[in-house]
């Protein structure tokens, strides 16, 4: 059965500090791992990642993605109280019926001031 | 602008009663899901629907139905035959065969009365 596991569950941090956040899969046919960013409303989009050790960077957030150890990290560094939310994890995969979307259960940020 | 819409943002429901979400897009998007998400949880998959008129299961089905008469549209209906209907719902679309991450809408809460 496919699954994405993310750790930690949740964290709570202070303004400026560096986090790790870590995502680990296990995907049959494995194309591509997605990160998103939940306030209160919609999952925002961060970053797809297809190839090996190749680094996405927006800002202060960044990924990576290991296909052979099969794990992402997002940093987020020089934490603002802004970066609160809950970050997805989700690794899409086929079925014989359609493409669909596994999640972790996401990652609860706190950044106090 | 295109967008997925979802409505209403809250809905209540009363014991016994079958209530429905409406998710609408104009995005041109062949492919829409519904997903469910508890309180500080990742989402999980209702239902999904690659095509006009065909859908399929997801993870947690159990208790609501869809329908997918036109492109645009993916209505779901919590039944009364789902116990604990209290959560966060939200739909997504995605134009098969591209590369580009799922679209989100805005959600809509749903809680018993």
């Known amino acids: 059965e496919d699954k994405v596991v993310q750790s930690p569950l949740s964290l709570v941090v202070h303004e400026g500090d560096t986090v790790t956040l870590n995502c680990s899969y296990e995907?049959?046919?494995?194309?591509?791992l997605l990160w998103y960013k939940q306030e209160k409303k919609a999952p925002t989009f961060l970053f797809m990642l297809?190839?090996?050790?190749i680094e996405k960077k927006s800002g202060r957030l960044s990924s990576i993605l290991d296909k052979k150890e099969l794990f992402s990290i997002l940093n987020i560094t020089a934490t603002q109280t802004g970066d609160s939310a809950i970050y997805l994890c989700a690794a899409p995969f086929w079925e014989t019926s359609g493409s669909r979307l596994t999640f972790g259960e996401g990652t609860q940020l706190t950044v106090n001031p | 602008d295109g967008g997925i819409t979802q409505s209403p943002k809250y809905l209540f429901r009363k014991e016994g009663q079958n209530v429905t979400l409406s998710c609408e897009q104009n995005l041109n998007h062949d492919a829409m899901y519904w997903y469910r998400q508890d309180p500080g949880q990742g989402l999980r998959l209702i239902y999904y629907s690659q095509i006009v008129n065909d859908f399929q299961k997801g993870d947690i089905a159990e208790g609501y139905s869809v329908s997918r008469e036109k492109k645009e549209s993916f209505p779901l209906t919590v039944t009364s035959a789902q116990k604990n209907p209290t959560a966060f719902y939200l739909c997504?679309?995605?134009?098969?065969?591209?590369?580009?991450?799922?679209?989100f809408g805005d959600g809509t809460r749903l809680s018993i009365l």
């Open positions: 297809t190839s090996s050790g």
């Open positions: 997504a679309s995605i134009s098969l065969g591209s590369n580009q991450p799922q679209h």
């Open positions: 995907v049959t046919n494995f194309r591509s």
